[in-house]
């Protein structure tokens, strides 16, 4: 394995990461990164560069930042984004994983890009449920300001530093792990 396949692989999983976040933030990002020479993508991707792709991924980005911000209606786009994530997730991990057999780069984009942006995703919009249902919704927008502000930040580190983005990747999934560890209900041992 290369140095550059390596890095593609770190890019994709931290995109694929900010994808949990916000669907359409790291597509943005990337698309940005391609249209702008900073970042090349695989050879059937290269529209994900192209000024239309750009446009339309920067307007679903501003929607769904600004859907996020209205309490309930975060709820219903939580629902929406679950599934996409994983589609999302999958599509940049594939678009930028370089020099390897399609069918391990197609394995390694299910598995590490869809499985990592639905597993941050679905933590997430159980947080969210969680915050509506204690502060009917007063809380959520603190909770978006602060899974945008993640999104941004992974995406940024996945393009211009992708070994940095793999570290904050494990982080992250670590913290989601030990919270979930916190609030899951504890099984009882049954007499035998």
């Known amino acids: 394995m290369t140095p550059d396949t390596i890095i593609s692989i770190f890019l ?16 943005f990002a990337l698309s940005f990164a391609a249209y702008l020479g900073v970042w090349e993508l695989n050879e059937s991707w290269q529209w994900i560069g192209g000024l239309p792709a750009l446009i339309v991924f920067g307007v679903a980005t501003l929607v769904e ?18 599934p996409l ?11 930028t994983v ?24 679905g933590a997430n919009a159980t947080g969210r449920l969680a915050s509506s249902s204690t502060t009917g919704g007063l809380a959520n927008p603190v909770v978006s300001t602060i899974e945008t502000g993640t999104a941004v930040a992974v995406s940024t580190a996945s393009i211009l530093a992708p070994p940095i983005a793999a570290i904050l990747v494990i982080i992250i999934l670590i913290i989601i792990f030990r919270i979930y560890r916190k609030i899951r209900p504890r099984q009882k041992k049954k007499p035998q």
């Open 98 to 121: 370089v020099d390897l057999d399609p069918v391990v780069t197609w394995s390694l984009a299910i598995i590490a890009g869809g499985g990592t942006a639905t597993a941050i995703k």
């Open 65 to 82: 930042i600004f859907g996020y911000f209205i309490p309930w209606v975060d709820n219903a786009l939580d629902s929406l984004a679950i």
């Open 85 to 95: 994530a994983g589609v999302a997730g999958t599509a940049v991990m594939v678009s």
């Open 12 to 27: 994709g999983v931290g995109l694929a990461a900010s994808v949990g976040f916000r669907v359409f933030l790291p597509l």
